[in-house]
C-alpha cells in the first residue's frame, strides 16, 4: 500500500498486483452475482443444446411417420427449451450488467480517492486530460470487461463445451471434427490476442493524448481566437485524431485477419461429410444428422462473439493498467496518523531549508505516469528563518525567486530537500498532516471555488459543521457580505463553472472568509493581485489585515503597504535569502528592497509616487 | 444536489433531428468513401449469399438422405460447404480491412468538423457550456458513432441474408414461408417498444455520465483547495453521490437492455414450435420434404440472428444515435459572432470607432431589441442582402436560451462584472445607469474615436466595462447595436483570421499551453526562431526573468502554465504579443499580477513598443496609465471624462478622485483598517473550536 495523504474508514481492499486479479477482486466482492452468472449461463447452454436435440427427434418423429400428436409434443418441448432458454438469459444478463455497472462505480470511487491521497506534488505534475481520461474512459472500459466481455467469453467456453457434450451423445465418432476444430480455435484465438494486445493499448494512448490537446485547447480559447490560431489548433487536432484513426485502421486489420472463423467454415463442411459418411454406414438417423448440425450451428456464435469480445477485453486489460498506474503511483507525503496532533502556537523555524523540484524522489513507472521535470536546480537555497506567534513575514522577490515554493513546504504540499522546517519546534514532517494541515490555511493565488453555493464555497474551510451565522459573520469579517447579499439567492447563489462568476476581488474575498471559518494559526496569504479599486481595495486590505491579525503569517503580496507593515521581510532573488529585517532595516541596508519603494525615475520617466501625491491629495 | 439532477438536461444548443436526418446527414460523411463502402457492399452480400448457401445445400443433402445418393456426391456436397466457408471468410476479411478504414475516416472528418465547430464559437459559448462536456461532445460521442456505423454494417450483412433466405423459402413452399415470415412483425413490435423506453434510459445514463465527468473535472482541477483545506472528506462526498447517482440510472439502463434479447429468444423459440409442428404435419402430408422442413427451422436462427444482434447492442446503438444527434448539434449551433463578408484585410493603420455601439453579455430573447438594436438587424439585413448570399449567415444574433448571463471566460479570475450586484456596489451610479444596467446594457449607446497610433488607458471601476471594449475590438462577442469600425471599415465585414493577426492581446488571466516558455511565446508566430523568441522576452525588463526560469526559455510551462507564477505566465504573454508584433495592441491589465521589482522595468520596455502603434490599455495602476496619449474614464458603460493625465487630473473630477484614491494604496501611509484590525488577539468567528 502506497503512501497516502487521505484514507476513508470503510475502504474495501482490492487486489493491485496485477491488471486482471483487480478487476476480478472488484468482481468477487459481489460473490453472488458472478454465481447466479455462472448458473444462468450453464442453464442457457444446456437448453440451446437440448433444443436441437428436441428438433432432430422431431425430425425422427416425422420420418418414422407418427401421428399429429407426437409432432405436437416434439413441438412443444422444443418451444418450452427456448422459454427455459429465454428466462436463465434475463437472470443471466442482469446479474452480469448490474455487476459490471458496480465494478465500474467501485473502481471510479477507488481510483478518485486514491487521487485524494496522493500529494500535491504528484498532481501538479499531471495533466488535468490524462487524469480525466483515467477516471472516465478506462474505468468504463473497466467495467466493459465484466460485462459484456468477460461474460461473453464464458459464456462462449461454455456453449463451446456443451454442444460438444450433446454431441458425444449421438456418436462417440462425430467428436472428431470439432475436436480437431476446438484444436485449431485455441491456437487462433492465441495468435490473435498476441497480435491485438500492443494494437489495442495504442488506440487507448492514443485516445488519451487527443482528449488532453482537445481539452487545452478549449480551455485557452481567448488566447487561440487572439492570436487567430485557429486553423493552427484544427491542424495540431487533426494530427492527433489522425494518430487515433491509424490505430484505429491497424485494430481493424489485426480483427480482420482471424482465423477462427476461417476454421470454423471448413469444421462445418468437414463435419457435415462425416454425418453423411455415417449416416450411410446406418449408424446415425436422419433426426441425428440434423441434430449434430444444428449443434455444429450453436458453435458458429461462441466462436465470433469470443473475438470481439477479445479486443474489448485486451482493452480493458490495459485501461485497467493505466488506472493501477495511477492507483499504485507512490506519492511522496503520507498521512502519518500517529503523529503529532496538537494546538499550534504558531511558531515557525526554517533551518537551512532547500528544495527542488527534481529532488522529488520515485518517479513513478511507466503509461506515462508524469513527465519528468524540467527543473535541474534547486528553487528555494539554504534559507533560514524565524517567525515567533502572531508575527506577520513578508516574503519580497521577483517573480520566479521562490516566493510561493517557499511557503509550500510549511503545511508539506513539499517536503524540504535539505534543512528542515519546524512548527513550535517539531519537525513538520513529525506532525499528523491532519493536525497541520487543518490549523494553517492558504489563501492561494489562484482561488478555485466549486460549483457549489455561496455558502458551502465559505464553509468549505471550516473543520465539522458550521451554522448560517457563522457562515455570514465570516463573510462579514471578510467584507464580503454585502456582494453576496446583493446576489438574488444571496448565500443560495451558485458559483463556478455551473453559475455566477465571481470577479478576483470578490473571489478572494470569499477565500478569506474560507479561512476565518478554518480559523488558523498559520495563515499563508499568496496574493498576487494588485490593486482593484478603491472600493474593492479598501475592502480587501481591511479583510487581510482582519485575517492575518494575531496569526502567524507568511505573506506574499504586491500591496506594499502590507509589505512596509510586516514585522519581517525576506528579500529572496534566485531562490536565495539576500536580506531580512523589517521596512527601516532593509530601507537602510538592502539595495533591491529600496528599488520597490522607490521607482527609478530615469527609466522610464515617471516621477515617484511620494512626489506625485501631496498635490493631488487634497 | 438540484444542480446534479438539472443537469441531466441537455445543453441549450440541443435540438432533436428525426432517423432520417441522421441517416442522411451521416450518409454524407460517407459519401467521400463511396467506392470503399460499394466494395465493402459487395464482400458483404457476397459473404452472406455464401453464409446463405451452407444451409440450402445442406438441406439438399438430407433430402437426398431420404432418397438414394451415392457416397461421391454427398462428399462434394460437403466439399462445397467446405470451399464456401473458406470464401466467405475471405469476403468477411475485405469487408472488416475496408470497413475499418471508412469508419475511421469519417470519424476523423466528424471529429475535425466538430473540432472546427468549438473554435468557430465566440466566447459567449464558452461562457455558457462547461468546456468538459464540449470534450466529450468531440472525443466520445464521436466515438460511439462509429460504433453505430460498424453494427449497422453487421446488421445490413445479416438483413441481406434474411432477404435470400426469404426468397428461397417462397418458391419452396409459400404457406410454411408465411408461417415462418410471420415471426418477422412480432420481432419488430417488441423491438418497437423497447426502442421507446430504451432512448429515454440511455439518455438519462449519458447525461448521468456527463454530470459525473463534469464533477470529477471541477474536483481534480479544485485539488489543491481541498487539500489545503483538509476537505478532501467532503469533495469526496460530493462525488460519491454523483457516483452512485449515475450507477443507478445505469442499472435501470441495463435491465431495459438486459431483457430485450432473452424476449426475442422467448419469441423464436414459440416460433419454432410452431414451424416444427406446421412444417411436420407438410412432411407428412409429403408436400414438404425432410430438407425443406429443415430449412425453414433453420432459418428461424437466422432470422433470430440480426434482432439478437441489434438486441445486444441496441444500447450501443442507441447511445451511438444520441450520440450523433450530439455531435450534429454542435457542428450546427450557430456561432452568435457572425461576419457579414469576408473582406481581406490589409496591413492595419489602427484607427478604432465605437459608433453608437450597443453592447450586453448573453440572452437576448426575453426583451424587446431597442430602436438601436432594431436598426442594427436592419443594417445586417442589408448587407446580407446586398452580398447577394455567398454565405447564408443568420442575421441576428442567436439567442440563448436560459442561465445566468456569464460576462467572461471561464479562464478569467479578475472580471469586469455585469450584474447589477456590481451596481449595487457602485454607490454613485446615475439613475438612468442604473435603468441600463437592468436592461443588461454593459455598454449603450457607446461612441469613441481611437485613431491611429494612439495611446488610450481605459480607466474606471469594475463593472465600467472596460474589458468588454477589448473583447469588442477582438470581436470575442458580438455587439446588438451601432457600429464598429477598424480603419474605417466594419469589424463585422473582415477576414476574422487576417484581422485577428495584426491584434496583440495580454489577457487578465494569461492561458498557456503545456510546452516550454519558447514554445508559448512563438503561439503567435510558429515561424520565429529562437533568436527572435529570446530577443522578444528580452525586451521585458533586463530579461533577468528568464534567468530565473529553472530551465530558461525551454523550461515547461505545465498544464496551463501551472509549473509558472501567475506574474510569469503574463511576462510570457507578453512576450508573445512582443514577438507577434501586432497593429494593434490591447492589454488588459497586463501587469496586474507582475511583481514590483519588474513592473517598472516591463512598463519601460511597454512604453517603447506602444510608441507609434494604436494600444488600447486597460490598467488598475493608474501609473501606467500616466503616459497614454488619452484617458477615458468609464462608469456603468459610459464615458464621463477623457483627456490627458495632466488635463484630468487639473478638472478635479473622478479621475483626479481615482488617481488619488489609487496612490493612497501605493503610499506606505494608506491604512483602510480600523485600529481594531491592526494587532492583537486573531479576530475569530464565534463558537468555533479552535482546531486541534
Sequence with gaps: MSRREFTVADEYNYDRRSPARWIASHVLRYPILPVIFLITVLAMAGTQSLAAVLVGRGFDTAVSGAGPGDLAIAALLVAGAYLVYSASDIANTISSRVLAQRVERDARDEVYLSLLGKSQTFHGRQRVGDLMARVTNDVQQTGQMVSPATGYIIESVVSLIVPLIAISTLSFDLLLVPTIFLVCVAFALRKYNRELRPVAGALRRRFGIMNTSLAEAVSGIEVVKGFAQEKAEEGRFSRDAGAYRDAFVREGEVEARSFPLLVYGIAVGLALGHALFLYLDNRLSVGQVITFMALMGNLRFPTMFSLQMFSIAQQSIASARRILALITAETELDENAGGVSQAIEGDIIFNNVSFGYDAISSEPDHDSMGAALAATSMVVKNISFHARPGETVAIVGQTGAGKTTLTRLVNRTFDAAEGEVLIDGVDVRDWSLDSLRSQIATIEQDIVLFSRTIAENIAFGAQGEVTQEQIEEAARLAKAHDFILAFPDGYDTVVGERGVTLSGGQRQRIAIARAFLSNPRILILDDSTSAIDSNTEDQIQRAMRRILKGRTTLLITHRLVQISRADRILVLKNGELIAQGTHDELMATSALYRRIFVPDTEIHGVRPVHEALPQAGQ | ?692
Design chain 2, 1 to 692: 444536489m438540484s444542480s446534479i439532477f438539472g443537469g441531466l438536461d441537455a445543453e441549450a444548443y440541443d435540438r432533436s433531428y428525426s432517423d432520417t436526418q441522421l441517416i442522411r446527414r451521416s450518409a454524407a460523411y460517407f459519401r467521400p468513401h463511396a467506392r470503399t463502402v460499394a466494395i465493402v457492399a459487395l464482400a458483404v452480400a457476397l459473404t452472406s449469399l455464401g453464409a446463405t448457401a451452407i444451409p440450402i445445400i445442406i438441406s439438399r443433402g438430407i433430402d437426398m438422405l431420404t432418397g438414394n445418393t451415392g457416397l461421391q456426391i454427398l462428399l462434394a456436397l460437403a466439399g462445397l460447404v467446405t470451399v464456401l466457408g473458406a470464401v466467405g471468410w475471405t469476403f468477411n476479411f475485405v469487408r472488416l480491412r475496408l470497413s475499418a478504414r471508412a469508419v475511421g475516416d469519417v470519424v476523423l472528418k466528424l471529429r475535425e468538423d466538430a473540432f472546427r465547430a468549438t473554435m468557430r464559437h465566440d466566447l459567449s459559448f464558452y461562457d455558457q457550456y462547461a468546456s468538459g462536456r464540449i470534450v466529450s461532445r468531440v472525443t466520445s460521442d464521436t466515438q460511439d458513432f462509429a460504433t453505430v456505423i460498424t453494427l449497422t454494417i453487421d446488421l445490413l450483412s445479416q438483413l441481406v441474408l434474411i432477404g435470400v433466405i426469404s426468397v428461397v423459402m417462397l418458391t419452396t413452399n409459400w404457406r410454411l414461408a408465411l408461417i415462418t415470415l410471420a415471426v418477422g412483425p412480432v420481432v419488430v413490435l417488441v423491438a418497437m417498444i423497447f426502442r421507446g423506453l430504451a432512448r429515454r434510459a440511455m439518455q438519462r445514463a449519458q447525461r448521468a455520465q456527463a454530470m459525473l465527468n463534469a464533477i470529477i473535472h471541477e474536483t481534480i482541477s479544485g485539488i489543491a483547495v481541498a487539500k489545503n483545506f483538509r476537505q478532501e472528506a467532503s469533495v469526496y462526498a460530493d462525488f460519491r453521490e454523483t457516483n452512485h447517482l449515475a450507477y443507478k440510472v445505469q442499472v435501470k439502463r441495463a435491465n431495459v437492455f438486459g431483457t430485450i434479447h432473452p424476449v426475442m429468444h422467448a419469441v423464436s423459440g414459440i416460433a419454432s414450435g410452431v414451424v416444427i409442428y406446421s412444417g411436420g404435419l407438410l412432411v407428412l402430408d409429403h408436400t414438404v420434404s425432410v430438407g425443406d422442413w429443415y430449412l425453414f427451422v433453420q432459418s428461424l436462427a437466422i432470422f433470430l440472428q440480426p434482432v439478437v444482434l441489434v438486441a445486444s447492442f441496441w444500447g450501443q446503438f442507441q447511445q451511438g444515435l444520441a450520440a450523433s444527434e450530439r455531435v450534429f448539434a454542435l457542428i450546427d449551433a450557430e456561432p452568435a459572432v457572425a461576419q457579414i463578408a469576408n473582406e481581406q484585410v490589409g496591413p492595419l493603420r489602427g484607427r478604432i470607432t465605437f459608433d453608437h455601439v450597443m453592447f450586453r453579455y448573453g440572452r437576448l430573447d426575453d426583451e424587446q431589441p431597442t430602436a438601436s438594436g432594431a436598426q442594427a438587424e436592419e443594417v445586417l439585413i442589408a448587407d446580407a442582402i446586398s452580398n447577394s448570399g455567398l454565405d447564408a449567415l443568420p442575421t441576428t444574433p442567436t439567442p440563448i436560451e436560459g442561465g445566468l448571463p456569464r460576462p467572461t471566460g471561464l479562464a478569467n479570475g479578475v472580471s469586469d462584472t455585469i450584474s447589477a450586484t456590481t451596481g449595487v456596489q457602485l454607490n454613485e451610479a446615475s439613475a438612468l445607469a442604473t435603468r441600463e444596467q437592468e436592461a443588461g446594457w454593459v455598454l449603450a449607446d457607446f461612441s469613441l474615436d481611437i485613431r491611429a497610433g494612439e495611446t488610450v488607458a481605459i480607466v474606471g471601476h469594475t463593472g465600467a466595462g472596460k474589458s468588454s471594449l477589448i473583447k469588442l475590438i477582438m470581436r470575442f462577442y458580438e455587439f446588438q447595436g451601432g457600429r464598429l469600425l477598424i480603419d474605417d471599415q466594419d469589424i463585422r465585414r473582415l477576414n476574422l483570421e487576417q484581422y485577428r493577426r495584426q491584434l496583440g492581446l495580454v489577457p487578465q488571466a494569461p492561458f498557456l499551453f503545456s510546452g516550454t516558455v519558447a514554445d508559448n511565446i512563438r503561439y503567435g508566430r510558429a515561424e520565429a526562431n529562437d533568436f527572435e523568441v529570446e530577443a522578444a522576452a528580452r525586451q521585458l525588463g533586463d530579461g533577468s526573468w528568464i534567468e530565473a526560469l529553472p530551465a530558461g526559455l525551454q523550461t515547461d510551462v505545465g498544464e496551463r502554465g501551472s509549473r509558472l507564477s501567475f506574474g510569469q505566465r503574463q511576462l510570457v504573454a507578453l512576450a508573445r504579443v512582443l514577438l507577434q508584433d501586432p497593429a494593434i495592441l490591447l492589454l488588459d491589465e497586463a501587469t496586474a499580477s507582475i511583481d514590483p521589482f519588474t513592473e517598472a522595468q516591463v512598463q519601460a520596455g511597454l512604453a517603447a513598443v506602444m510608441r507609434g502603434r494604436t494600444s488600447v490599455v486597460v490598467a488598475h495602476r493608474l501609473s501606467t496609465v500616466r503616459t497614454a496619449d488619452r484617458i477615458i474614464v468609464l462608469r456603468n458603460g459610459k464615458i464621463i471624462e477623457e483627456g490627458n493625465h495632466e488635463g484630468l487630473l487639473e478638472q478635479g473630477g473622478h479621475y483626479a478622485e481615482l488617481y488619488t484614491t489609487y496612490f493612497r494604496h501605493q503610499t506606505l501611509t494608506y491604512r483602510p483598517w480600523e485600529d481594531a484590525d491592526e494587532a492583537g488577539e486573531p479576530i475569530q468567528v464565534s463558537g468555533l473550536a479552535t482546531p486541534a
